[in-house]
């Protein structure tokens, strides 16, 4: 039962790690996971068995089992199938993407079956919830999200999705630069102008924000939903192939799936142990297969930093460049920043840090944790949404929209409606006429993107509003209003002018998964979880069944070792029974009911003998 009372958590789904943190006693605190772990992997996958696996179990198999282990599944949410982002994911996943049934998303081939995005990270957020009732022992079922601040209004809709699907009340999408800008003033009455630099697994965020009081005004944001560490693991990658190739004869590990496994884990491990030392020795025995009747062959390679930072070298000047754009959006100079927060595990690779450094000419402030602050900022909104008056000074956030929000017009143009870094929530309204004599119906694109041409930009939803009465053309005007909710997300209304009648219209959002798919998937999800509950309650039954036979039986012990100092008869009994508690003890370790009740009826055969043992005469008597 989902209550009022119940904690709310915040959660920064990651590209690489998620974590799932929350306010307690008035302390931001991050949850570990079942593990004591702070991060999850953001992997799922189907094991060999069939089985399902989340996080470092699926994580640890990836190697083995890479067809069926999704990693990165934020790169892919929201996004459209056939975009030039999609092919590129193609071609470099180990696992198969294949459209969705109205041929508009992407579905990926998991265990053989087509499995939405928003479902595959519904997985990892559904790990961390059950993680998190663990921790706090009940239900969790309200939490703040966070996205990059650079998605779009699709991506946004299929993370929502994702929240309800793992049976989540979504309170809020947040952005992960203004979440982690909330964690860095919490509690500290700044007055400041903060750039909060992201870049994590996948993506690149930067944002300029005023902090005043608790007042978090971000002015403007930027950044790149395509920039992110596995693109340096990629440079690795590549620059480990080549070489490879052309020591043994022009071999091509991209053939081989697990070996491409194998060197993308190396890489990453490489790039990491760069940031705290010179160089790294990167070593995979038996890589790949020689040849017929010929040994395997192994990589052995010595990456230095220098190396690193060469093959690099402009996805770190993509970042500057970004930051660069983002600033003067704001009308903001690089030295009148008071402070730089670097978040996300990339900005420990010291050329990063010193390319910040040598753009804002300061040190970038080193006083928060990059991996945990997004989803502590997280749970101090949510915590601030759940219960505003219990905060005690509430938390203002003024975040704005990271693109242009527009339609298409004649000759293929963008005509922008809502402009990028405008404060959210936001509506605009836009007054169409009609371009014949007589028309009845107008049809909208709307888009959000940065460029001057309708198609170069991302496709949110078309819509045709019919019924628009016949009259001369440029006699009926037709009033659009655009809003985008607090969340980021676009919704779209239409009114006739003169009639006042209202039209509501619904933008498909591009998650893919229409809303019968998307209760279908949630009912079934419910199904699975009433029958996760009703299988422990089973286990619970069977466990109380034995221990309380045990604690019979224990009971019984005093009597039966005085009826064997006055009689020869049960000794063997009492050697076996001893065998039998031992089984009951480790089976009320473990989670296999089967064997539970096995033991169930064993214990029951013990006690029946005690009560006869204890019972004995002395022999002879
Ligand atoms: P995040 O999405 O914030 O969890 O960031 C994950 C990215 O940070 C991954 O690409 C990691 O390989 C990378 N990363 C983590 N630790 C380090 C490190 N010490 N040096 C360089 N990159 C790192």
């Known amino acids: 039962m989902m209550s009022d009372q119940d904690p709310v958590v915040g959660i920064d789904l990651g590209t690489t790690n998620s974590v799932v943190a ?7 605190r991050v949850i570990p996971n079942r593990s004591g772990q702070p991060l999850t992997p953001s992997v799922v996958a189907v094991a060999k068995n069939g089985k399902p696996l989340v996080g470092s179990l699926a994580k640890r198999q990836a190697i083995t089992n890479a067809e069926n282990t999704v990693y990165a599944a934020k790169r892919l949410i929201g996004r459209r199938w056939g975009s030039k982002e999609v092919e590129d994911a193609r071609r ?8 969705g049934p ?106 300029v924000l005023d902090i005043g009081q608790s007042v978090y005004d971000v002015v403007a944001v930027g950044g790149d939903t395509y920039l992110g560490g596995e693109d340096f693991d990629r440079r690795i990658m590549d620059w480990l192939t080549f070489n490879f190739a052309k020591e043994n004869g022009g071999v091509d590990l991209r053939q081989d799936k697990m070996a491409l496994q194998r060197l993308r884990d190396a890489s990453e491990r490489a790039k990491c142990e760069l940031s705290g030392t010179p160089t790294a020795d990167i070593h995979l025995p038996f890589l790949a297969a020689a040849g017929e009747g010929k040994a395997a062959l192994h990589l052995t390679k010595q990456l230095s930093r220098d190396k690193l930072e060469e093959l690099t070298k402009d996805l770190v000047e993509r970042c500057i460049a970004v930051t660069e754009k983002t600033l003067k959006d704001a009308g903001v100079r690089p030295n009148q920043v008071d402070e730089v927060i670097l978040v996300g595990g990339m900005t420990r690779m010291p050329r990063v840090q010193r390319a910040v450094r040598d753009y804002f000419g300061k040190e970038p402030c080193k006083g928060v944790h990059p ?15 759940a219960a505003p008056a219990a905060q005690g000074g509430e938390v203002l956030l003024l975040d704005v929209t990271p693109q242009n929000l527009g339609i298409m017009v004649v ?9 990028r870094n405008t404060t959210v929530p936001t509506n605009q309204t836009h007054l169409f006429t009609t371009v014949q004599e007589n028309q009845t119906s107008v049809r909208i694109a709307v888009l959000q993107g940065e460029s001057d041409k309708a198609t170069d930009n991302e496709l949110l939803g078309e819509f045709v509003l019919a019924g628009i009465r016949p009259a001369r053309r440029g006699e009926v005007a037709i009033e659009i209003t655009f809003d985008i909710s607090a969340d980021g997300i676009v919704g779209v209304s239409a009114r006739d002018v003169d009639t006042g009648q209202e039209q509501s219209i619904n933008v498909t959002a591009t998650s893919g998964l229409t809303e019968d798919e998307l209760k279908r ?16 309650a089973d286990l619970e039954r069977a466990r109380a069944r034995v221990a309380a036979t045990v604690d019979e039986i224990e009971g019984l012990v005093p009597a039966v070792q005085k009826a064997l100092e006055r009689s020869r008869f049960g000794r063997d009994a009492v050697q076996k029974a001893e065998g039998v508690l031992a089984r009951a003890r480790l089976a009320q370790e473990g989670k296999d009911t089967d064997e539970l009740a096995s033991v169930a009826e064993a214990l029951d055969r013990t006690l029946q003998l005690f009560k006869g043992l204890a019972a004995t005469p002395p022999d002879g008597a």
């Open 411 to 419: 000759g293929g143009y963008f005509q922008t409606i809502i402009p």
């Open 521 to 536: 998937i949630i009912d079934a999800h419910l199904d699975d979880q009433l029958e996760k509950k009703q299988s422990s």
């Open 22 to 28: 929350t306010v307690r006693d008035g302390v931001p």
């Open 92 to 99: 470099v996943l180990p696992y198969e993407l294949v459209a």
């Open 102 to 207: 109205e041929g508009n998303d992407i579905r990926v081939m998991l265990g053989g079956r087509p499995v939405s995005v928003a479902e595959i990270s519904s997985q990892v957020l559904a790990e961390l919830k059950a993680d998190a009732e663990a921790w706090f022992g009940g239900p969790v079922t309200r939490a703040v999200i966070t996205v990059p601040a650079y998605f779009n209004d699709g991506q946004r809709q299929a993370t929502k999705d994702a929240g309800r699907i793992a049976g989540l009340e979504v309170l809020r999408i947040i952005n992960e630069p203004t979440s982690a800008a909330l964690a860095y003033g919490f509690g500290k009455k700044l007055e400041k102008k903060v750039v909060v630099f992201d870049l994590g697994g996948g993506t690149f965020d930067v944002s």
């Open 371 to 385: 991996d945990e602050v997004v989803a502590l900022g997280a749970a101090i909104q949510a915590q601030a949404l």
